[in-house]
Structures are given as structure tokens and as C-alpha cells.
């Protein structure tokens, strides 16, 4: 029974926060802490904008019907302006101008409708091969790529946006995601491996992708992205994930909330299983295969599981992040009494480890 346990909190604990990194299934982004301050975090400038919700691209290929209407943010490469087609005329309105761009990793293309008096500008920003932020609003698919819809800029220009030491203290120090930043994580014992990339960083938050693989079927790569975000109280990761409908969301986890100190707790509501999380130590050493770490801060959490019928049992997994490292694994555990649960260091096999 103890094994069938561990199985399971597998599947509903140190995957869920650290893989899937689930929250509600909602295509929104984590609002920013209410108490923040209004414009600045630390080192960090909040834009005005962080309320609004991202897409990935296959949102805006796949669901534009469903999301027709609502604003979002992004930031685009803007590459050349384009004459209006007549078939888009009706949709974009008058006086509009058609703008190809690439998304911010300039994987994909995709069009934006933006105002003839934004033109001049825009245009600058492609010969010069800079970003625009903006906010947006889906239109469809045209010419077999996504369309949307210029409301206005954001302002939010990546570079600089993040200091140099803002990663090097507070909060953000344990989940740095600094721009071209990788890391890889193993899963069991190579069972899966999770390697991750920082290719943007914005304001109060990095993106990137996660390529998540089977060592020896190399087939079985799985391509990801992920978003970091970053507060004066907390770390949110978000990943796109699946809805009940095989529809593309984003869903988001706060991984650490402060004050950084023991007994600092809050609640994580993945897949509707309400799991409490604590700070349990800032100072913890330990050792992930030959790699000793220190001053790690130790996140203890716990649920309460069914394990058939009206049988209940405990699953608890250890987090462990390693300041200017970010996080280098977790350990779990599982019982039919929290009295019966091993401590962090009671429990010699790390799940997640970190190996680069």
C-alpha cells in the first residue's frame, strides 16, 4: 500500500507544482499581489498591463473564435507593413494597415491589424529589428496565420527591464530566470528528463520553453512554454497545459510566497486537490547527487488523498531551492497518518533532482 501511495502523490504532488505547475484551468495569468506596490517590485517595474492575460501561438491559431473580443498582452517583431487586402478591409476598418511579425522568439509568424497612424513608428521598429509590446485582441487566421488586433502599446520593452542583481537577492533569487538561462531536471532515475530555457525576458517576468523527453526515444520530446513571474511577495510559474476539452490553457502555480521565514504558509488548489505549503527552513544543506547546497529554502507540502472508497491517506513533498541557483529538487513521501510522515531528511531518494 505505502507504494501504491507514493505512486499517487506523484501524479498529484511534485509533478503537478514543478511540471505541470497547475492552478485553476483558465487561460488568465496570475493578477499581480494586491499588496505590491502600484509601479515598482524590488528591482522590478510592474507595467500597468500585468493584469492581462498571455496566449501561446496555438491558442491563437486554434481557439481566435472563443477569444475574439478579450484584450491580452504580448510582444511581436514587427517585419514589414503591408497593404490591406480587400478581403480584410470589413474586419480591420478604415484607415488600418496589415503588419507581418514574428512572436518574440521568432519561431512563428503571424499578422496585426494596426492604425495607418501607427504605421511610421511600427515600420521603424522593423528596420531597426525591434520589439513591440502591445495589447491585443484575436481576430482570426489569415493566409494560414494568426490575426489580431492592435488596441494599443504596452510599453514594455524587455531589455534592461530586469537589473542585473534583481535575480541576486530577495525573493527572486531562488527561481532566477535570467535571459538564455538552462537548467535540467531529472525525473526518478532518468526516467524523464525536463530541460528548460529562458529565451525572453519582460517586465516582472521571463518565458521560455520546456522540452520535456525520455532518454533513449527520442521521439518522445514534448516542447512547452513557461512563464515566470515575479512579485515583491511571490514566484508564479505558469505552463500551458490541456483543459478538459484538449484545448490549450496556460495554468499557473505560486511556487513561493514570503515573508521568506519558517512558518510562512499558504494554499496551492491544483486539479481542485487543495494542498497547503509552508516554509519550513531558509538555511537547509543538503546533497543532490555530488553537488552540495546551502542556505536552501525548504517548502513543505501537504494534501489529503483518497486512495479508493473512504480511505484517505497523507502524500507530502519537499521542495528545495538554493538561492541564485533556483530549484534543485524534491522529495516525497506518503502515509495514512501526517504522524507517520517522514522529515525531508529522512528520505535518502530525491524524485526531481537537479543535474546540470
Same mark, same amino acid.
Given at each position: 500500500m505505502k507504494k501504491q501511495y507514493v505512486i499517487t502523490?506523484?501524479?498529484?504532488?511534485?509533478?503537478?507544482?514543478?511540471?505541470?505547475?497547475?492552478?485553476?484551468?483558465?487561460?488568465?495569468?496570475?493578477?499581480?499581489?494586491?499588496?505590491?506596490?502600484?509601479?515598482?517590485?524590488?528591482?522590478?517595474?510592474?507595467s500597468k498591463y500585468a493584469e492581462l492575460p498571455r496566449l501561446t501561438y496555438r491558442m491563437l491559431q486554434n481557439d481566435h473564435d472563443f477569444l475574439k473580443g478579450e484584450k491580452f498582452q504580448g510582444a511581436i517583431y514587427p517585419v514589414k507593413i503591408l497593404k490591406m487586402p480587400a478581403g480584410l478591409g470589413k474586419t480591420a476598418g478604415a484607415d488600418m494597415r496589415l503588419v507581418r511579425a514574428t512572436i518574440a522568439n521568432r519561431k512563428h509568424s503571424l499578422y496585426v491589424i494596426i492604425p495607418k497612424n501607427a504605421a511610421i513608428r @511600427? %515600420?521603424?521598429? &522593423? $528596420?531597426?529589428?525591434?520589439?513591440?509590446?502591445?495589447?491585443?485582441?484575436? #481576430?482570426?487566421?489569415? *493566409?494560414?496565420?494568426?490575426l489580431i488586433k492592435l488596441i494599443e502599446e504596452s510599453d514594455d520593452d524587455p531589455a534592461g527591464s530586469i537589473s542585473a542583481d534583481f535575480f541576486k537577492t530577495g525573493i527572486a533569487q531562488y527561481f532566477p530566470a535570467p535571459k538564455d538561462a538552462r537548467w535540467t531536471i531529472a525525473v526518478g532515475k532518468d526516467i524523464r528528463l525536463l530541460e528548460y530555457e529562458v529565451s525572453e525576458i519582460l517586465k516582472?517576468?521571463?518565458?521560455?520553453?520546456?522540452?520535456?523527453?525520455?532518454?533513449?526515444?527520442?521521439?518522445?520530446?514534448?516542447?512547452?512554454?513557461?512563464?515566470?513571474?515575479?512579485?515583491?511577495?511571490?514566484?508564479? @510559474? %505558469?505552463?500551458? &497545459? $490541456?483543459?478538459?476539452?484538449?484545448?490549450?490553457?496556460?495554468?499557473?502555480? #505560486?511556487?513561493?510566497? *514570503?515573508?521568506l521565514k519558517n512558518g510562512?504558509?499558504?494554499?496551492?488548489?491544483?486539479?481542485?486537490?487543495?494542498?497547503?505549503?509552508?516554509?519550513?527552513?531558509?538555511?537547509?544543506?543538503?546533497?543532490?547527487?555530488?553537488?552540495?547546497?546551502?542556505?536552501?529554502?525548504?517548502?513543505?507540502?501537504?494534501?489529503?488523498?483518497?486512495?479508493?472508497?473512504?480511505?484517505?491517506?497523507?502524500?507530502?513533498?519537499?521542495?528545495?531551492?538554493a538561492p541564485k541557483v533556483g530549484f534543485i529538487g524534491c522529495k516525497i513521501d506518503s502515509a495514512e497518518s501526517a504522524n507517520s510522515i517522514r522529515s525531508h531528511a529522512e528520505i535518502s531518494d530525491w524524485f526531481m533532482r537537479r543535474i546540470d
Open positions: 502523490a506523484w501524479s498529484g504532488g511534485c509533478a503537478v507544482s514543478v511540471i505541470s505547475i497547475i492552478l485553476a484551468a483558465s487561460v488568465f495569468a496570475q493578477a499581480p499581489e494586491k499588496d505590491a506596490p502600484a509601479n515598482r517590485v524590488r528591482n522590478v517595474v510592474v @511600427v %515600420s521603424e521598429l &522593423a $528596420r531597426k529589428k525591434k520589439v513591440l509590446s502591445l495589447v491585443y485582441t484575436p #481576430v482570426g487566421v489569415y *493566409g494560414g496565420l494568426p516582472g517576468k521571463a518565458r521560455g520553453i520546456r522540452r520535456e523527453s525520455i532518454p533513449g526515444r527520442p521521439d518522445s520530446e514534448k516542447m512547452t512554454p513557461f512563464i515566470v513571474e515575479y512579485s515583491a511577495n511571490s514566484i508564479t @510559474v %505558469s505552463v500551458e &497545459a $490541456r483543459d478538459g476539452m484538449e484545448r490549450p490553457v496556460l495554468k499557473s502555480d #505560486v511556487l513561493i510566497r *514570503g515573508p510562512t504558509r499558504w494554499i496551492s488548489a491544483a486539479d481542485g486537490v487543495e494542498r497547503q505549503r509552508e516554509i519550513i527552513s531558509t538555511n537547509e544543506t543538503v546533497m543532490a547527487g555530488e553537488v552540495e547546497y546551502r542556505d536552501l529554502l525548504v517548502v513543505k507540502e501537504l494534501s489529503k488523498l483518497s486512495s479508493g472508497g473512504d480511505s484517505t491517506y497523507i502524500a507530502v513533498t519537499y521542495y528545495f531551492y
